[in-house]
């Protein structure tokens, strides 16, 4: 992890017990996700991979996984991150750290302004002169924002340069959940030459903690960027460029990079909105709208030292997006010059749609399973002593699951289940919102030796579709529902949103 070498170190365990220790500079990927994700984190099959868990089984496991898909490296540290912390290495907490450490090195070695939320509240009441930028995701600020806030998502702020310009008399107060999207929001336009620019201290969880509410389901979409300010956006990113010595890389050479796959590692990173993206994308790309990839690096970026190649219409983002990860410390960083623009027009194809995210192992899984669809298995219930598992997220369980289902994590469902249920001729039927997972599940299940194992065809979607019964809650979870990290923001007590941004300022420190 010293070197300069190309590695991939991968924490195989449930993203909550990641969440409260990890090996720092390791990637979170749960057994549950492993052939989900795992192209994208490490798109090179020689790369070298180290797996760890507490010590247990998983790793062993997820190991076997990333083998049999293909990769020729694959190494277990031995002992685990039991064995790394007798050691007394460098371990960590909470999701997300690398970025989030930096944006409390942001906050504090360029003296990022501040406003608090009672500021923000009692300058509302007094001024009509106000711009309130939310820089979230617009999924989140579908849930709530601050009353009046605006969403304009961190990745686009540059394209809203110039029209910001023009407001000289206004404050323009820059907000997210916590710190480090306001953080980076304000320090963006900062440095694009913007100065009447405030970020909210400790975001919507400050504002909720000073006692104000909240504007819920806020009617409001995106607004798109002034054409003005978003032709101006190519000539500052430009500048930026030059500046800062970004390198550009021209449509055939990314074409190169990509033909070159299994000598090096190279990341296509498309920084617009998932809309964007789905409208043409060059092929193989990822979509990381430019916020979330500064927001979330270690959860995209799994090889340190590779070379990460950003991607947006006329190149205007991507450079912005590509200035921050130098700032973080990714060394290898570059541009797609002119963007998909000049991607187009090189003659080089552009694909459509979202990224096909089937599973890998998928269709044998799929052509070995038994499946059965949901009026049969209701019909056969009422008969039956058959258990019923959800290898769906604990979220979506909560959410709804089928009447009488019982939750497991895929990451967990051979390890546990033999100890749970040791007759291997129990009859067992797997869900999950989609069947994706279930599938996986019952093709392990198999493998261990059960033998009357099914998948709900269509999974808890196909259930509830045809109307029939289904719960809610967490009342019958076989391990620990910690698979699903979610903000303090979205589910959180005051204290939960207090301990949090403590946590967040302790990393600046």
């Not at 039991?82 to 290495?89: G, L, V, Y």
């Not at 070379?307 to 700032?327: D, G, H, L, P």
Request: negative net charge.
């Amino acid at each position: 992890m010293d070197s300069e070498s190309l590695h991939a170190v991968l924490d195989v365990r449930e993203r909550g017990e990641f969440n409260e220790c990890q090996i720092s500079g390791a990637t979170s990927l749960p057994r549950s996700q492993i052939d989900f994700r795992i192209a994208q984190l490490v798109p090179n099959h020689k790369v070298p991979i180290v797996v760890y868990d507490e010590g247990g089984e998983r790793a062993l496991l997820g190991a076997k996984t990333l083998t049999e898909v293909g990769y020729e490296q694959v190494s277990i540290l031995d002992g685990g991150l039991a064995a790394w912390q007798r050691e007394d290495r460098s371990t960590v907490s909470g999701v997300n750290v690398p970025s989030k450490a930096f944006g409390e090195k942001v906050h504090h070695e360029r003296s990022i302004p501040e406003i608090t939320a009672e500021e923000l509240n009692e300058l509302q009441q007094l001024s009509d002169d106000l711009v309130i930028l939310d820089v979230r995701t617009p999924e989140e600020y579908r849930r709530f924002c601050i009353p009046g806030g605006v969403n304009v998502p961190g990745g686009d702020l540059l394209l809203w340069v110039e029209e910001l310009k023009r407001k000289t008399n206004a404050t323009i107060v820059v907000n997210c959940a916590g710190r480090t999207r306001s953080i980076i929001g304000t320090a963006t336009l900062r440095r694009l030459g913007l100065t009447n620019i405030r970020a909210l201290k400790n975001g919507t969880m400050g504002w909720v903690l000073a006692g104000l509410g909240l504007e819920r389901d806020p009617a409001r979409t995106a607004p798109s960027a002034p054409l003005g300010s978003r032709a101006q956006a190519i000539s500052l990113a430009r500048r930026l460029a030059a500046e800062e010595d970004i390198t550009w890389i021209s449509p055939p050479q990314v074409s190169s990079a990509l033909a070159r796959i299994n000598e090096r590692v190279t990341y296509l990173v498309d920084v617009r909105s998932a809309r964007e993206y789905e409208s043409g994308h060059v092929p193989g790309s990822l979509s990381i709208p430019g916020g979330q990839a500064v927001q979330r690096a270690d959860d995209f970026i799994a090889v340190r030292k590779a070379r990460i190649i950003f991607i947006s219409n006329e190149a205007a983002r991507a450079v912005m997006t590509a200035y921050w990860y130098r700032q973080m410390g990714f060394s290898n960083v570059s541009v797609l010059q002119g963007g998909l623009v000049a991607w187009s027009e090189s003659g080089a194809m552009l694909a459509t749609g979202a990224l096909c995210n089937e599973p890998l192992r998928f269709e044998a899984a799929k052509r070995a399973a038994h499946y059965v669809d949901a009026r049969s298995l209701a019909r056969t219930l009422h008969d039956s002593s058959a258990l019923i598992l959800d290898v769906g997220t604990s979220v979506d369980f909560e959410t709804t699951h089928v009447a009488g289902a019982k939750w497991i994590s895929r990451g967990w469902i051979d390890v546990k289940l033999t100890e749970l249920f040791p007759d291997r001729n129990q009859t067992i039927v797997l869900t999950c919102p989609d069947g994706q997972q279930s599938t996986l599940a019952a093709q392990t299940l198999t493998e261990i030796g059960y033998t009357h194992v099914s998948v709900l065809d269509g999974g808890v979607q196909a259930w509830s579709g045809a109307g029939l019964p289904t719960n809610h809650g967490l009342d019958a979870c076989l391990v620990r529902p910690n698979d699903v990290v979610l903000s303090p923001s979205i589910r959180g007590t005051k204290e939960d949103m207090q301990r949090y941004l403590e946590w967040e300022l302790k990393l600046g420190r």
